[in-house]
């Protein structure tokens, strides 16, 4: 291995043992109290070398975020499984509210707050998010290749079908469900059978 090939190897293992760090300090101690500082503390380097790889923290987000999103997709593949497109669509739907609802802090830096999504130069594409949504965006084609959606535009179903399931998530973490008088397991209960009453309005 020549010594440029070397020193990308261990770029690259460095800005994966940032990233990897600042996950977990995300998840514990939350977005707002995970500092460039911090993060140099728990790898025992200066905040100088994070500045190194990263201009600042939101661009140290972007690539946290595009880690949860590979995890996203992960769970997609393992728990979307059926043979049929139409019930595939609503394991999409149902897992994607679970996946929220279950990890609070991986979905706020995904899809709620602004940070991370400042990393991206004007004009330029949103790439974490690409193969999350094209794994929804290829079943809803086959949804409407074969009438089963009252759809017949693929973004247009996409984007309604992610809204859907993203302000059920967005609800219930910002607690504005609250304003419904149930208890939490009701509540979780109610999410579900509005998703299948959801299905049931938009199947041909």
């Keep these: 291995m020549g010594i440029t090939e070397r020193k990308e190897r261990e770029r690259e293992e460095m800005k994966e043992r940032i990233v990897s760090t600042a996950i977990k300090m995300f998840l514990q101690e ?5 500092s460039i500082r911090n ?10 070398t994070i500045y190194l790889y990263y201009k600042d923290k939101d661009e140290l987000l972007y690539d946290v975020q595009k880690q949860a999103f590979e995890k996203l997709t992960q769970v997609f593949r393992e728990k979307v499984t059926a043979k049929d497109p139409l019930k595939r669509l609503e394991q ?27 990393g991206i130069k004007e004009h330029e594409k949103w790439e974490n998010g690409d193969d999350s949504f094209d794994f929804l965006v290829q079943c809803i ?4 290749e074969k009438k089963l959606i009252r759809y017949d535009d693929v973004m247009i179903a996409a984007l309604s079908i992610w809204a859907m399931g993203h302000g059920l998530v967005s609800l219930d973490l910002r607690c504005r469900l609250k304003v419904i008088d149930m208890d939490e397991e009701t509540i979780a209960a109610t999410i579900e059978k509005s998703i299948q009453e959801y299905f049931k309005l938009i199947k041909n």
């Design 30 to 34: 939350g977005y707002e109290q995970t």
């Design 92 to 118: 999409i739907m149902f897992t994607y509210v679970r996946f929220g609802k279950n990890n609070p802090e991986l979905y706020d830096l995904m899809f709620i707050i602004r940070a991370p999504m400042n």
């Design 141 to 144: 084609s086959e949804c409407i």
């Design 39 to 48: 993060i140099a503390e728990k790898i025992e380097y200066s905040p100088a």
